[in-house]
């Protein structure tokens, strides 16, 4: 899919307090030979392709994503303007046998993006040769500075946000998978990311997660500026009303984004919030629904839920769409599998754009 | 009130990630001559005056607290260990005729703790003369480093949160109170700070707005950790719900605070919520109850309603008691205004105390 389907944040649209990356990217691999670890390389291939030169891994790695072979001097030919770090490691460290390749990158004229917990500048390597080669070292978990407060001033331009029923279930697949659909349909959409992978892809954002508190609803809002009437911005949704640990934050994003549409997204068969010791069950849809929409009307009284997107990855084909089909039937809502995609997340995608389809159902 | 009546956090409770700071404090007015300018002071002196040891203005400047007046030198010798910027600025600047002060304070040996937006180590002077003396330089707008991530584990102990249908209604006064006034009933409390001026009162806590919001919910529940079954953390509230700018903060602070009772703090008469261009009107008492209790109940199912706080400073004695006897016919609540006290306030420590008291209202 080409990139311009997906929008782009930051220069084009001329958002302020908004993180801009320089593309397109050279992918780097690193050592990393398990493709489970380079998840970030992988989806800026798949959502952004005409945003990927080529990819490059140390030597020896046989790690491939099946794009252009080059080092940092063939990709900077080839029009690449930032390596981005697609590769992960335990505990978001960045690995000293890395070092090396990404000031080769420096040198050849390449800024570094990383979505890594250790800022690329606490190296004194790289902070260095950044500065004295005039590169940038961007960390895109790193807020941008001048966050302004929420106002709750109503904006011009349309917003969808994926809201879920716990954290890591889809909602960044979902508000990609709806912008390029919403596109497809002859819609204009924007994808509006709100964590660091959405941010690579998209090419700017806000990681709401880094923000400083107070400012929460403020990123949110700096993040989907007015626009024309006609304009939906897709909001990747974060976290979950309904988790101890995250739920302001998916407050925050709410309120700030002012939906006109909120899209659930549930794993089908989850029973219990991930990644906590202690026993917290998933929420029904229907309690998730009622929750974010009592929020949701505080800062635009119109707003509606367009449908579900369910997660089905742990189904077959037809035990999915019997879940879909039974999930839909339940609710009275469109409900649908975008990874899966076909007739149903053809509905969904209808009923968020038009509010007479989503009643028909 | 002796300060040991409203509990102290830091050290005696052995609180991880939460600010400690050293008293007994010596209130600075600087040159500031309008005691609405010197709030903070104020509020220290009434809240905390056995851990006020003096108060100290520069020179000509006739402002008094009714604190025994002190040099640096002279406080320190009564046993003072840090000075406390008691006055605040348009803007929160640190105004440059403090700073010889400040160095003052710090050469006779006390400490420098600040709730201005700007660091005191912004200041180069502050800053080397700090590092020369072995001075701490402490802001109490920044958090803790070292802040966890929530976990939803339930802690032992009980816990009171207030909670506000808009921000600066009282929240604070209203906890500072309650804890007060538990203490005086026999019960174990200890108040909980989450603003500046409460963790000046407390000595210490978290301020919660300028958390970055992935570890809201952690905050708050490293500030009230495990404790004796019979033990009340009585825990400053922050913002609302219902404020666009300030929710995902009040979210957080929720569900961190697992409370087992919630006051709900109102101001009569407020009709719109502060601070914002756009018109948002203030949400009604029951709403609010709604509201909290569906998010409390996520982390507590046996949460519950204490009674109503309500702020009537803009009535006369007869309107006051008008209005919150109304109020707690019309709820069916106790409510009571805690700067006036008397019985209705009495009811409502009962009510939060016993639930058995608020059943019987």
């Known amino acids: 899919m080409p990139a311009s389907r997906l929008g782009s944040a930051g220069k084009e649209s001329g958002l ?8 397109p990217y050279l992918l780097f691999l690193g050592d990393v030979t398990d493709l489970s670890y380079a998840k970030t390389a992988a989806g800026l291939r798949d959502w952004v392709p005409d945003q990927c030169v080529a990819e490059w891994a140390l030597p020896g790695n046989p790690l491939r994503l099946g794009l252009p072979v080059m080092n940092p001097a063939e990709a900077a030919r080839a029009g690449a303007r930032a390596l981005v770090i697609g590769a992960a490691t335990m505990g978001g460290a960045l ?15 390449l800024d570094i993006i990383s979505g890594m917990h250790m800022p690329l500048a606490s190296i004194p390597d790289l902070k260095s040769a950044a500065e004295r080669l005039g590169r940038q070292l961007i ?46 349909a002859g819609a204009k959409a924007t994808f509006r990311a709100t964590g660091q992978t ?8 806000v990681p ?100 579900i997107s369910l997660n089905t990855s742990k189904l077959s084909e037809d035990e999915a769409r019997r879940a879909i089909e039974t999930e839909s039937r339940r609710t009275g809502l469109p409900c649908a599998d975008p990874i899966r995609g076909g007739a149903a997340f053809d509905r969904l995608v209808e009923a968020c754009l038009e509010p007479e389809a989503a009643l028909a159902q």
Chains 1, 2 share one sequence.
Not at 16 to 23: K, T
Not at 167 to 184: E, H, I, V
Not at 198 to 205: H, R
Request: with cysteine; glycine share 12%; hydrophobic share 45%.
């Open 208 to 307: 709401m997660d880094a923000v400083v508190s107070d400012f929460l609803a403020g990123a949110a809002e700096a993040l989907s500026p007015d626009a024309p009437a006609d304009h939906w911005d897709i909001v990747e949704g974060q976290g979950s009303l309904f988790h101890p640990s995250y739920a302001g934050v998916s407050l925050g994003l709410l309120h700030g984004s002012q939906p006109d549409v909120l899209v659930i997204c549930h794993e089908f068969g989850r029973k219990r919030i991930i990644g906590l010791d202690a026993h917290y069950p998933i929420p029904s849809i229907e309690e998730v629904i009622e929750l974010n929409l009592m929020h949701a009307r505080r800062v635009n009284p119109d707003v509606r839920v367009g449908g």
């Open 16 to 23: 302020m307090s908004v993180l801009s990356l320089p593309r």
């Open 198 to 205: 959405g941010i690579l892809i998209a090419g700017g954002g």
């Open 95 to 109: 690995r000293p046998a890395w070092v090396p390749a990404l000031l080769e990158a420096m040198e050849a004229g």
């Open 139 to 184: 960390d895109v978990r790193r807020p941008p500075a001048d966050l302004p407060l929420g106002t709750g001033r109503k904006r011009t331009g349309k917003r969808l946000l994926t809201v879920g029923t716990d954290c890591a279930l889809g909602k960044k697949y979902t508000a990609l998978a709806l912008a390029q659909a919403f596109t497809r």
